[in-house]
């Protein structure tokens, strides 16, 4: 038995076989060969086998994503069906002597070439498809095994270095017991991906996929952040028992699903959920959420090879707000950039992601993209309680020119004759340290304030939020943190505005009891956090909280907070 500890990113036990995610070793020799027919014949059987797949792959997604997302794997099946790709690459094995993995690669690199190199973005989507489905086919001549996690159909767990967001969304709960990483952190989007799909996870233990064997036991505790390789059978009977106390504890949290979040004292709170897709909005409501404090608009633009038209932005918009009926539901505006790629905006690599050209930077340059999606919002507004927001603004320049382009977009439809709401706050997320600082000048001009904490603390800290080596950096309960919450709390309340939570912390039952003390309004999580915050917050006084705001601010370290609230908030 081998253990390792990592940061638990998704709560619950999975004990299963493990399956290595990585990607595989492409490489060929390139061949003279004699048999022309024969390798012909392996092209062949190695395109059959991959359009099977991707055919798999395709229904997985239209099952779990919707259509538009499986629409990439239509034109993947397309490329491999293409006459004007497989002829010639029939040709240069017959004229060259070459053997199918030569010319495969070779012909698809040259169309990859002349694609891209055009000044049309349909054929620089093509480029993208061609060489996709080409690894695919590649893999299979090589008989090298092509992780799919799509395509998985018997109970693992995952062991990965990362997964991206678009690994995340093929994972099939079914077989998928549970995952585990090398990097990352508990707000990684990983991490964020597996609470929504209610996947145990372990993130950032550093080494796991340099011990971890293809097909050997492993159990992740993503309760207490623990990875146990090869365990033992009495360790298997140990963790099976934890896996049923967790189940029980979920019952008596269920209980509580219908009713609303208030504190011991009787005051409501509003405990609202984070959502990617409008397919999470079943665990929303299925957790007993009382509206979407988050929908990051991003995994519409993701997992596809071309920005999403008005009218895919509308339907998934107008589907939220129709399945969360009069509940708020806020969503924010494209924050693409960061540790979120989209590979055919072929955005700059930078030094600094984080710090770099994304969210409302980029959404304010490339209004074009910017302009869609707000007309897409306005317009699906009609159909329930929309509230928007910008995200990553660092300055009040930036909330006034997004504000100006949401009106004038406004305008120009109402010039259509379309139909809009009239009731749309307008708000904007704190992740920027420098405009928690000025919150009280933002605060005339917003009509509600989402404190972004996955950002915000890695900002104050200095501390990469995907860095398992300045982990330790990276404390929501720094009094530094706190300050800075206390200060958007105060200047919203102070002009009437609202003030609520949309990153991690928000749902952590240390910062729940902190956050309550500072009157914080809304608070926004995943959706599997929901019942037992609202069990937790019963149990709290938030006037009895507020008597300790004063002492809490002026404490000197993150340990001196902990240990203060675990005792008033009796979490010893
Ligand atoms: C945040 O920064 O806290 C946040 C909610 O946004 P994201 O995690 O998508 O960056
Ligand atoms: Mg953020």
């Not at 999975?14 to 048999?35: F, G, H, S």
């Not at 993209?369 to 509230?387: C, D, E, M, P």
């Not at 020119?401 to 009731?423: F, N």
Request: glycine share 6%; hydrophobic share 40%.
């Amino acid at each position: 038995m081998t253990q390792l500890q990592g940061i638990a990113a998704s709560s619950g036990i999975a004990i299963a076989k493990v399956y290595r995610l990585e990607a595989p070793d492409l490489t060929y020799n390139k061949t003279k060969i004699d048999q022309p027919a024969e390798e012909i014949s392996r092209l062949h059987e190695a395109l059959e086998i991959s359009k099977i797949e991707l055919e798999k792959i395709k229904d997985h997604t239209k099952k779990t994503l919707g259509d538009e997302h499986a629409e990439i794997f239509s034109a993947h099946l397309l490329v491999l069906s293409d006459p004007e790709l497989i002829n010639p690459i029939e040709d240069k094995i017959k004229s060259d002597d070459v053997n199918a993995e030569a010319a495969l690669d070779e012909t698809a690199n040259m169309f990859i070439d002349m694609f891209k190199n055009m000044d049309n973005e349909y054929m620089k989507e093509r480029a993208a498809d061609i060489q996709d489905v080409t690894k695919r086919v590649m893999a299979h001549l090589l008989q090298v095994t092509f992780p799919d996690p799509a395509l998985i159909n018997e109970e693992v767990v995952i062991v990965a270095d990362d997964l991206t967001p678009s690994d995340t969304a093929q994972l099939n709960k079914q077989y998928v017991k549970g995952f585990t990483t090398d990097i990352g952190g508990r707000t990684s989007h990983s991490a964020i991906m597996a609470r929504s799909l209610e996947i145990p996870a372990v993130v950032g233990t550093k080494n796991v996929t340099s011990q971890a064997e293809n097909d050997t036991m492993i159990i992740v505790d993503g309760i207490d952040g623990d990875i146990i390789l090869n365990p033992s059978a009495d360790e298997i009977e140990t963790y099976k028992q934890k896996h049923i106390d967790y189940e029980q504890k979920k019952q008596e949290w269920a209980k509580l699903k219908d009713e609303s979040t208030i504190t011991s004292e009787g005051e409501h709170v509003e405990l609202a959920a984070n959502i990617g897709t409008p397919e999470d909005v079943d665990g929303v409501l299925s957790h007993g959420g009382e509206g979407v404090g988050l929908y990051r608009t991003e995994f519409l633009y993701m997992g596809k090879n071309q920005l999403p038209t008005e009218e895919e932005q509308y339907d998934a918009y107008s589907s939220v707000l129709k399945q969360m009926g009069n509940k708020p539901v806020v969503v924010r505006t494209l924050d693409i950039g960061g540790d979120k790629e989209l590979d055919y905006l072929e955005l700059p690599k930078e030094m600094n992601p984080f710090l770099g050209y994304r969210a409302i930077r980029l959404c304010l340059e490339r209004d074009d993209i910017f302009r869609v999606q707000l007309r897409a919002l306005l317009r699906a507004s009609v159909h329930g309680n929309l509230k928007i927001m910008f995200p990553m603004i660092a300055t009040l320049e930036e909330f006034r020119q997004a504000k100006t382009i949401l009106d004038e977009e406004r305008d120009k439809l109402v010039q259509e004759g379309q139909d809009v709401s009239g009731q749309i706050e307008v708000g904007m997320m704190v992740e920027i340290p420098a405009t928690a600082v000025i919150a009280r000048q933002f605060a005339k001009e917003v009509d509600f304030f989402s404190i972004g904490t996955n950002d915000l603390i890695q900002y104050t800290m200095a501390a990469d939020r995907m860095n398992e080596r300045v982990s330790y950096l990276y404390q929501p309960y720094n009094p530094a943190i706190l300050n800075l919450v206390n200060n958007v709390i105060e200047s919203a309340h102070a002009e009437g505005k609202w003030a609520g939570m949309c990153g991690e912390m928000a749902g952590d039952e240390i910062a729940i009891p902190l956050l309550l003390s500072l009157g914080l309004d809304e608070f926004s999580m995943s959706a599997t956090s929901i019942l037992p915050a609202r069990t937790q917050i019963k149990s709290l006084s938030k006037q009895e909280l507020a008597s300790y705001k004063d002492e809490i601010l002026s404490m000197g370290t993150s340990e001196e907070v902990v240990a203060f609230i675990k005792e008033k908030a009796k979490l010893v």
